[in-house]
């Protein structure tokens, strides 16, 4: 899971080297404003998960140790899910209008030092989605996933370090 989890930061960087710093910086601001739209209405919709999707039976058995202070898991895994499902759903929507400005890649106002700084927000905005990817995964009840979470240092740093990000995680579950 880490080599993976390193793979995808490294697409992050090169992705966000190619479209330079302000083309990355708008997409960076996407993907932090789909962050701050799921986070306004996930309780919305997770209200109605319960009657439409069922939480999997053998989850009473499966202890979570990536996150042990889970006060009720079904209840966490519906938010989860629908944060997930609007998150989703606007990045792509986000993603949309972004794309209007792809002439952006081609204007090289700050040269190297753009590219460079493209690379760092193209991290950014990597890791920022891999930790709604990841909690996402944590809250699911499958024991083989939980474990490759679990074995992966990389994936339990990003859990435990991603700015801001961890601790509303964690306050929302």
């Given at each position: 899971?880490?080599?993976?989890?390193f793979?995808?930061?490294?697409?992050?960087?090169?992705?966000?080297?190619?479209?330079?710093?302000?083309?990355?910086?708008?997409?960076?601001?996407?993907?932090?404003?789909?962050?701050?739209?799921?986070?306004?209405?996930?309780?919305?919709?997770?209200?109605?998960?319960?009657?439409?999707?069922?939480?999997?039976?053998?989850?009473?058995?499966?202890?979570?140790?990536?996150?042990?202070?889970?006060?009720?898991?079904?209840?966490?895994?519906?938010?989860?899910?629908?944060?997930?499902?609007i998150?989703?759903?606007?990045?792509?929507?986000?993603?949309?209008?972004?794309?209007?400005?792809?002439?952006?890649?081609?204007?090289?106002?700050?040269?190297?030092?753009?590219?460079?700084?493209?690379?760092?927000?193209?991290?950014?905005?990597?890791?920022?989605?891999?930790?709604?990817?990841?909690?996402?995964?944590?809250?699911?009840?499958?024991?083989?996933?939980?474990?490759?979470?679990?074995?992966?240092?990389?994936?339990?740093?990003?859990?435990?370090?991603?700015?801001?990000?961890?601790?509303?995680?964690?306050?929302?579950?």
């Amino acid at each position: 899971m880490s080599i993976i989890i390193f793979i995808l930061l490294l697409i992050g960087m090169v992705i966000g080297y190619r479209r330079g710093v302000i083309l990355q910086l708008l997409h960076l601001v996407g993907t932090i404003s789909a962050i701050i739209i799921s986070a306004m209405n996930y309780e919305t919709l997770s209200a109605r998960f319960d009657m439409i999707m069922p939480y999997p039976s053998t989850a009473q058995s499966v202890h979570n140790p990536l996150l042990p202070d889970l006060a009720n898991a079904e209840y966490a895994f519906y938010d989860m899910t629908a944060f997930f499902i609007i998150f989703v759903v606007s990045k792509i929507l986000i993603q949309l209008v972004v794309s209007a400005f792809d002439y952006l890649q081609q204007i090289s106002v700050f040269g190297n030092v753009g590219e460079i700084a493209g690379l760092v927000l193209g991290l950014i905005e990597m890791i920022y989605i891999l930790t709604v990817i990841i909690f996402m995964l944590a809250i699911i009840p499958l024991e083989f996933i939980q474990n490759a979470i679990g074995d992966s240092w990389l994936a339990t740093f990003i859990m435990e370090h991603t700015f801001i990000l961890s601790d509303k995680f964690i306050d929302w579950l």
